[in-house]
């Protein structure tokens, strides 16, 4: 009897055991299936994350956290993202400007025959520190950009006096929502220049002027430049110096002028951050795109890599062509620098030198040979050396040969090219170096840290060099005031050339400019002036360099601003697309 009873007990027993560790395995299972979810979770928030993250990837620059100070790409595209413009240039069409903190805008001339334009501000406006967005903020700006930082020996900036300077003459606040522009006298019937140096390129980011005198003095430490604010759609909120910065939306920017994601900044909506990366070289930004670990590159990218990356299925890539700079060859004219001031020499280099070998191994493809200083898409170019370049390669040698003989020196010469300390400009001296022994010019090349070689160059020491120009805006003035007027210590005073039939012509080309339809003297004007440059040899025109971006295809609604020098300004547009197989990858950073 008992023998059964203790049976039964077992058998109970066992059962309990049993249902217990069923129990303890469905638990078991229901906690696995549980922490999936709970990681899947985990693992979707990362990508939602990274989606909302946009990584832009540059190279190192000298780097400064105050809008308006400092150079270099990082310092363009945060200047382009958290200051104000009064008005935008379009994405695609350099001719065309969209309304932003300026409502609207007009050309007049006062009773004293002075031309300026009038700007109505949008009214109401506030930076992000509570103070109006008004005339006086935006006199306040370009006056400090135009007098007082050129003059700092600390947290100064010299880049943005010559915009500022050719741009307007005086400014004007009438009443609190209205600036006049009044032009210089060489631009007083000629808005191209004014307009595109001021509204188009990396000048007058409109700041704060409250927070410039309490956090961007000379005295200020660098940190609290950071502090400066202007009205754009992103607020800095933190950076590292040489390394990155990171940029948030500004909850309370107030979209202004067209919406259409190529006219002008827009509310962000998509990001929650933009970090923009610096990489010591281009060879690390390019791994640094392929390894997912920035979305977008910017125009520093190598034109070898950039070729390599057309044949990528996973990046994206856009370019503009013959937007970046207009390269040239230069000749010093001055009398001391004989035998550069005889034309028969200069012609002999003219001939010697085949610039599409400079294309084909400098910019691998990614340009054009340059038949004149105007640009191919310009008003009124004219393809003068193609005079030149469509002659056999033989047959411009010999005419080189002969017309160095003619000049007096039939056993050829021996100078220098100077250049910076910089490997493009290395290799596009090594090449021509090259081409004109043939000829019997024997050169050195002379290279100088780069601080020092613009000293000398702008001082009119260097007997042959390099220099080139981009694109400003859309009319041949942009490419042949700077390199030929004698009033021009870009260009023309540097290889001392002055001409005063030249400066007439440019002048009058100014004079006549006429935003409904230019008079056919205009065109003959420019058209003179390109042929003289031909015949008289003054500089010789090498190549146009195409501007290009490229990003990873997650990246989307992505546009690349293709009329300025900062390619990747658009960023508030894009958005990042976490990929169908989510579940089983990981964010590639």
């Not at 400064?64 to 935008?88: Q, V």
């Not at 306040?140 to 600390?154: G, H, M, N, Q």
């Not at 100078?415 to 596009?428: C, V």
């Not at 002048?507 to 003289?532: H, S, V, W």
């Amino acid at each position: 009897m008992m023998s059964n009873k203790r049976n039964v007990y077992i058998i109970v027993a066992a059962v309990i055991i049993i249902i217990g560790l069923g129990g303890n395995w469905y638990l078991t299972e229901q906690r696995k299936a549980e922490r999936a979810e709970e990681l899947l979770a985990e693992k979707y928030e990362q990508w939602v994350v990274w989606s909302r993250t946009i990584y832009i990837g540059t190279i190192a620059s000298d780097y400064h956290p105050g809008i308006a100070i400092g150079r270099g790409n990082r310092n363009y595209l945060e200047g382009y993202l958290r200051g104000g413009k009064l008005l935008w240039v379009d994405a695609n069409d350099i001719n065309i400007f969209n309304p932003s903190l300026a409502e609207s805008w007009e050309f007049k001339v006062n009773s004293d025959g002075e031309a300026y334009v009038e700007y109505k501000i949008v009214q109401g406006l506030k930076f992000p520190d509570g103070t109006d967005v008004d005339a006086e903020a935006v006199k306040y700006t370009w006056e400090r950009e135009r007098y007082e930082l050129a003059t700092r020996e600390k947290h100064g900036e010299t880049y943005h006096v010559y915009s500022m300077s050719t741009g307007w003459k005086r400014l004007e606040v009438p009443d609190k929502y209205t600036l006049l522009q009044f032009l210089p006298e060489d631009n007083q019937n000629f808005l191209p220049h004014p307009f595109s140096f001021i509204h188009a390129l990396a000048h007058s980011h409109i700041v704060s002027p409250e927070s410039s005198e309490t956090y961007a003095k000379e005295t200020n430490a660098i940190s609290d430049f950071a502090n400066q604010v202007g009205y754009g759609p992103f607020l800095l909120e933190s950076f590292v110096v040489d390394q990155q910065s990171v940029l948030v939306p500004w909850d309370d920017y107030v979209t202004l002028g067209p919406t259409s994601g190529t006219t002008g900044p827009t509310k962000v909506t998509e990001l929650d951050k933009v970090v923009i990366i610096e990489y010591a070289d281009a060879t690390s930004l390019r791994m640094a795109l392929e390894r997912g670990e920035v979305d977008i590159v910017d125009d520093t990218i190598a034109d070898v890599d950039y070729q390599d990356l057309l044949a990528n299925p996973d990046i994206v890539t856009d370019r503009a062509p013959a937007i970046g700079y207009c390269m040239l060859f230069h000749m010093n004219h001055r009398p001391e620098f004989a035998p550069f001031n005889d034309l028969d020499f200069r012609k002999a280099v003219s001939y010697a030198i085949f610039p599409e070998e400079l294309v084909e191994k400098c910019l691998f493809g990614l340009g054009s040979v340059a038949d004149s200083a105007v640009r191919t898409f310009q008003p009124y170019y004219l393809p003068v050396w193609e005079e030149i370049r469509s002659l056999p390669d033989d047959e411009r040698i010999d005419i080189a040969k002969d017309l160095l003989a003619k000049a007096g020196y039939p056993d050829g010469y021996s100078t220098e090219i100077w250049i910076p300390d910089n490997i493009d400009y290395r290799n596009w001296a090594t090449i021509v170096q090259a081409q004109l022994l043939k000829i019997g010019i024997r050169t050195t090349i002379k290279s100088f840290e780069s601080g020092v070689y613009y000293d000398e160059v702008r001082a009119g020491h260097a007997p042959m060099f390099f220099r080139g120009w981009t694109l400003d805006y859309n009319d041949p003035d942009s490419e042949l005031w700077y390199l030929l007027h004698s009033s021009s210590d870009k260009q023309a005073q540097r290889m001392g050339y002055n001409n005063s039939y030249i400066d007439s012509l440019l002048e009058r080309g100014k004079e006549l400019y006429d935003p409904t339809g230019d008079p056919a003297e205009r065109q003959e004007i420019y058209e003179e002036i390109q042929q003289i440059m031909f015949d008289d040899t003054i500089s010789i025109p090498l190549m146009y360099q195409d501007m290009y971006q490229a990003w990873n295809s997650w990246v989307e609604d992505y546009v690349m601003w293709k009329t300025t020098h900062t390619t990747c300004m658009g960023v508030w547009n894009a958005r990042k697309v976490i990929p169908d197989n989510w579940e089983t990858t990981d964010p590639p950073r």
